[in-house]
């Protein structure tokens, strides 16, 4: 059973937008934070935005501006608006979950800008 899970990958024009939905299906704590990085081919995995519990946010230099990250708490979902994309934000997306209790990672959702 996957405890994380992401959707809304997907192919888009440049300039175009979407919407990415993580879903964790563990117990959250109040200092839960949820975010996502993402990894194009032969690179390392990158931080793109993050969540606190509380609303906190904060966002790679590279998207600000251009991404929204937000949470529905009662849901244990988080999301990521993506508009003004570029072939460069192409990569697998990944939610990562981190509680009191450890680390979670979903299986990751492929996002393809094209040019």
């Known amino acids: 059973q996957q405890l994380v899970v992401e959707s809304g990958g997907g192919s888009v024009q440049a300039g175009g937008s979407l919407r990415l939905s993580c879903t964790a299906s563990?117990?959250?704590?109040?200092?839960?934070?949820m975010g996502w990085y993402r990894q194009a081919p032969e690179t390392q995995r990158d931080l793109v935005a993050s969540?606190?519990?509380?609303?906190?946010?904060t966002y790679a230099d590279s998207v600000k501006g251009r991404f929204t990250i937000s949470r529905d708490n009662a849901k244990n979902t988080i999301y990521l608006q993506m508009s003004g994309l570029k072939p460069e934000d192409t990569a697998v997306y990944y939610c990562?979950?981190?509680?009191?209790?450890?680390?979670?990672w979903g299986q990751g959702t492929q996002v393809t800008v094209l040019s």
């Open positions: 563990m117990r959250l704590s109040n200092g839960n934070v």
């Open positions: 969540i606190t519990a509380n609303g906190r946010t």
């Open positions: 990562k979950v981190v509680t009191p209790w450890g680390t979670t």
